[in-house]
């Protein structure tokens, strides 16, 4: 079944917006589905990857492992140190609106550039400062690049290149890739954090994963990035492209995505954050709570796989709700069969399964609705709301859970799971 069922086709929606059907993409002749003849769409992909990779395993998931080191040098709290964390996510939300618009109007090429010097530049003065005004200072300068570097930009850079139909198998495995191998960036750099901190200590940990970063990351992205001077949103003007985003956040369609990725983003970050603390509140051990935990980042890849495997025979939305809605099951199953082990596996599996899937369901919904041409300023538009819950949502669950116990959290959860659910069942409705 075609997920665009019952949907204005987006030439369409260019057209309401003002820009004449005739801006057809002019899509090379492709081989081996979807790639451009050139092959470099996936040399695009192929740096991304790296660049992902490095990026959230050094500027998002090493963090983890500098809190109990820092907050000891510092002589601050450990949630004094967090809150640099958060700020910088808060930051990251803030800017992507922006973002999004640049990225349309000038593609990612000088901004993941200059995003990744900033990155580097600020992990190399997260290893020199002295008290806490100084780590948020260095956060906030993080957060403006995570917002530069991080996923919504690297997809809006495969959107881009892989434009038009006859490019829409190409642009869904490429996304699949991206986020596959960018899925293992915990399982790499936290066990590669703390070994650097045991051998030379956090500030020097901090040096060695700059450099990583930035030899890798700056190159890839200033050398490999380029665009498409061929497709079809090249010719859209930025009053054309201003437009297709007022029409489209105009309508319901628009915000029941925001609803729906902002519900799942905050039940997500929740889980990822409560789950070791409530699987040891239920009597497990902390070395299991962390394995069962761990298992989040592979299952992520797995629900991916097979998400898009369904997306072939499914439309992608319901196939996303369908996920969401299993996930508030297994959270409302967790408290009454997850004192036993087995019980918890079965539980931490179920949710684990659409831990990753928010991130290549999106573009394929946005793309088949609006086209590419307003791509990212619609993406960096939804992630102000989703990137911002991500941040606070875990901050709430904590303070509820120290006021009336986890039960409610989970409800929470739960509910937020639903919420996310009905909403793409409406949003494919209409």
């Known amino acids: 079944m075609d997920d665009d069922c019952g949907r204005p086709p987006p030439d369409l929606v260019l057209q309401r917006a003002g820009v004449s059907s005739t801006t057809e993409t002019v899509a090379p002749q492709i081989r081996g589905g979807g790639q451009p003849r050139s092959g470099h769409g996936w040399r695009i992909v192929t740096a991304l990857a790296v660049t992902q990779t490095i990026g959230y395993g050094v500027l998002y998931y090493a963090f983890s492992v500098f809190l109990a080191p820092m907050a000891r040098d510092l002589h601050a709290t450990n949630a004094q140190i967090a809150a640099a964390l958060t700020l910088s996510i808060l930051i990251a939300a803030l800017c992507a609106p922006l973002v999004g618009r640049r990225l349309d109007a000038r593609g990612g090429r000088g901004l993941m550039t200059a995003g990744s010097i900033l990155g580097a530049t600020a992990v190399l003065a997260w290893s020199r400062v002295e008290n806490l005004w100084q780590l948020y200072a260095v956060f906030a300068a993080m957060g403006i690049a995570c917002?530069?570097?991080?996923?919504?930009?690297?997809?809006?850079?495969?959107?881009?290149?892989?434009?038009?139909?006859?490019?829409?198998?190409?642009?869904?495995?490429?996304?699949?890739?991206?986020?596959?191998?960018?899925?293992?960036?915990?399982?790499?750099?936290?066990?590669?954090?703390g070994l650097l901190v045991e051998w030379c200590g956090w500030r020097q940990a901090l040096v060695v994963l700059a450099l990583v970063y930035g030899v890798a990351a700056i190159p890839l992205h200033g050398l490999v990035l380029r665009r498409r001077t061929h497709a079809r949103h090249e010719r859209v003007t930025a009053e054309e492209r201003a437009g297709i985003v007022k029409a489209a956040i105009r309508r319901r369609p628009f915000?029941?995505?925001?609803?729906?990725?902002?519900?799942?983003?905050?039940?997500?970050?929740?889980?990822?954050?409560?789950?070791?603390?409530?699987?040891?509140?239920?009597?497990?051990?902390?070395?299991?709570?962390?394995?069962?935990?761990?298992?989040?980042?592979v299952l992520s890849v797995t629900g991916r796989l097979i998400t898009t495997g369904l997306q072939t025979r499914m439309p992608a939305a319901l196939i996303a709700a369908t996920i969401f809605a299993l996930q508030g099951v297994a959270v409302l199953l967790l408290p009454l069969v997850g004192r036993t082990v087995p019980g918890a596996i079965g539980?931490?599996?179920?949710?684990?399964?659409?831990?990753?899937?928010?991130?290549?369901?999106?573009?394929?919904?946005?793309?088949?609705?609006?086209?590419?041409?307003?791509?990212a300023t619609l993406s960096g538009r939804i992630a102000a709301f989703s990137v911002a819950d991500k941040a606070l949502a875990p901050l709430g669950a904590v303070a509820l859970a120290q006021a009336v116990g986890y039960l409610w959290v989970m409800g929470a959860v739960a509910t937020a799971c639903v919420i996310a659910a009905l909403a793409l069942v409406a949003y494919y409705r209409l």
Not at 158 to 186: M, Q, Y
Not at 263 to 292: E, Q, R
Not at 348 to 360: D, K, M, P, T
Not at 365 to 375: D, E, P, Q
């Open 147 to 193: 917002a530069m570097v991080l996923y919504e930009s690297a997809f809006a850079v495969i959107v881009s290149w892989f434009d038009g139909p006859a490019l829409e198998r190409g642009r869904t495995n490429a996304l699949l890739a991206l986020t596959v191998v960018a899925g293992f960036a915990s399982s790499i750099f936290l066990p590669l954090t």
């Open 255 to 297: 915000w029941l995505l925001v609803i729906a990725f902002t519900a799942n983003g905050g039940a997500v970050a929740v889980m990822a954050v409560l789950l070791i603390t409530y699987l040891v509140h239920m009597g497990h051990s902390p070395v299991l709570a962390a394995t069962l935990a761990g298992l989040l980042g």
């Open 347 to 375: 539980a931490v599996l179920l949710f684990g399964l659409g831990f990753g899937i928010a991130s290549i369901t999106l573009p394929h919904l946005l793309v088949g609705r609006y086209g590419t041409a307003a791509y």
